[in-house]
């Protein structure tokens, strides 16, 4: 099976069922297959080719579901953007994976103006800015029914690396089929006219979703931004079933003084996922929703490993704390944990987190080196630390790799590391992950320098959002002449550093 032939019939099945909303606009199946073929074909006259890359930088829109489905009906690779990146980020990803093409709304334009100087393989830029619509309808709206196989790529979404430079990770379309289906397995069924809320782009994690919703007749309402008294409104308007949040989101969510007063009845299903959250924030929004919370464990690289809905989560089970998990093995999901030489590790012990799935990366695209680290016979190691106890609750304890995860984003040390090292005053430095009320963590910089006075806090800050985008810029930085803790081969020794930071947390990652 293929994701194009699918969406294809569900289009035709669905056809007067509304299948997208975005603010005032409202499509049904047939108008947006409609507006995807169109793109297709206007992809295809561009001279792309099967299996070729194209890159988007974009929020979500209408705009954006053309794209989701016109790369498929084209069986082009999609190389999703992150809008909050820097400019050098941007290169990385559209020149690692030799993108042909690339897509911008038009407020992001000014980003990637002159970008194609620097990426010899980059031939076309469409901004989709006032003339996109005219362009658009002039593009033929007849399928060409490109042939698309179910081993062809789908997508190409980046994940980070200890680097400091993020790798790209690879998805077939029967991967890409199996995540979405394993996503939904544990949730109630979806049924024709089912509404799922995107609050984050469906570009990234929120489009895990997007598929299934297409495939089941559901209707996706899509926000472009993340506001606590517009979700609710949307939520109640629009009666919305289905969602994908971020504890950060539901955090403010549960803070919000209208919101237990909200009409809410719609919802049957709530994902919280690409972080941690809290004990204190969990409880609290099942006091706004009910028992429709799910959460979900993955990574970019293999996903979906683990699940639990509301009975299993908040439940008091021998053996067990659910409160602290994050979820169940999944049925369709192979799960281990192993030490150091990569061997399996008994019940309750802590070790290396390992999956299996008929959803997991084919591989980091070009990168064969990177693949073999992370693929080992079949397993993905995910770099977490973890165990599982004797009922199958799988908890997440630490990172093996120091990744951030702050507001459910992948941050890398070395990233920050390597643009304030360019600062002449800088002798040294370390950034860790360190607890954040309202982000679950935020990065912090520790600098050593010869002159206490040479650089201040507010520097290192704005060095590191002007090159890599504000949201990782540190939440704090530390300035001082004492060399950093070392191992005695010379590494960087970054727990000594955190964990004064993390003194009374019984878990060495945060949630919000």
Known sequence: MDVTTLMRRAADHYADLEAVVHGERRLTFRESWRRSIQLGNGLVAEGLQPGDRVGVLEDNSIEAADLF??????????????????????????????????????????????????????????????????WLASQSDI????????????????????????????????????????????????????????????????????????????????????????TLDLMEREGIAYGFLVPTMVNAIVHDNTARGRDLTSVK???????????????????????????????????????????????????SNPLRACGLALPFAEVQIWDEDNQPLPTGEVGEIVAKCDGQMSEFWNNPKASAERIVDGWVKTGDLGKLDRNGYLYVVDRADDMIISGGYNIWPAELENVIAGH?????????????????????????????????????????????????????????????????VGKIKRKDLREPFWEGHDRRVAGS
């Open 69 to 134: 489905g016109g790369a498929a009906v084209a069986n082009v690779v999609r190389v999703p953007l992150y809008p909050r990146n820097g400019r050098e980020a941007h290169l990385h990803m559209l020149g690692h994976t030799n993108c042909r093409m690339l897509v911008v709304s038009e407020q992001y334009a000014d980003e990637v103006e002159g970008i194609q100087d620097d990426l010899p393989d980059l031939e076309h830029i469409l901004v989709r800015d006032a003339g996109y619509e005219d």
């Open 143 to 230: 399928d060409p029914h490109v042939t698309v196989k179910e081993d062809d790529y789908f997508i190409i979404r980046h994940t980070g690396g200890t680097t400091g430079q993020s790798k790209a990770v690879a998805y077939t379309h029967r991967a890409w089929l199996a995540a979405g289906r394993d996503w939904f397995y544990a949730f109630p069924p979806v049924e024709p006219g089912d509404k799922c809320m995107h609050l984050g782009p469906i570009s990234h994690g929120s489009g895990y979703q997007y598929l299934p919703m297409w495939l089941s007749g559901g209707c996706n309402v899509m926000l472009d931004h993340f506001d606590t008294q517009a």
């Open 269 to 319: 299903c709530l994902l919280i996922g690409a972080a941690p959250i809290q004990d204190a924030t969990a409880l609290a929004a099942r006091e706004v929703f009910g028992d429709v919370l799910y959460q979900g464990y993955g990574q970019t690289e293999v996903l979906p490993i683990a699940m639990m809905g509301p009975r299993q989560w908040f439940a008091e089970i021998e053996g």
């Open 424 to 488: 002449p005053a800088v002798l040294e430095v370390a950034a860790f992950g360190v607890p954040h009320e309202k982000w679950g963590e935020t990065p912090h910089a520790v600098c050593v320098v010869a002159d206490i006075h040479s650089i201040t806090e507010q520097q290192v800050i704005d060095m590191v959002a002007d090159a890599l985008g504000s949201y990782k810029k540190p939440g704090g930085v530390t300035i001082t002449t004492e060399p950093l803790p070392k191992s005695p």
